[in-house]
């Protein structure tokens, strides 16, 4: 089996694993939501790609300025780490997940 993340110190990203909307007041997504992975982009790996369709729990989100998710640049997606029941994390830009019903 090829190795994977299944651990937030695997991830070389700089990473939040502690937000709220008060500092982060455009964040999509929050520390334990649920989401489901409704589609990827073509660049994604194929570990990625095969986890369209899934459900996971968000526990990290990229950092662009300490303690911020978005800097003064604002980008189009942000990337969130969703970890899968397999323990699985992936990095998926938030374009490609939407909250799961009924959370």
Request: glycine share 10%; charged share 25%; aromatic share 10%.
């Amino acid at each position: 089996m090829k190795n994977i993340n299944t651990k937030l110190s695997d991830i070389k990203a700089d990473i939040l694993t502690k937000w709220d909307r008060k500092r982060n007041t455009n964040c999509k997504f929050l520390p334990g939501d649920k989401v489901h992975m409704k589609y990827c982009y073509g660049s994604e790996s194929k570990l990625i790609k095969e986890r369209r369709g899934t459900d996971g729990q968000i526990v990290a989100v990229s950092s662009a300025a300490p303690g911020l998710i978005r800097g003064h640049w604002s980008r189009a997606y942000t990337r969130y780490y969703v970890q899968f029941e397999d323990g699985y994390i992936a990095g998926i830009l938030s374009g490609a997940l939407v909250p799961v019903q009924g959370q």
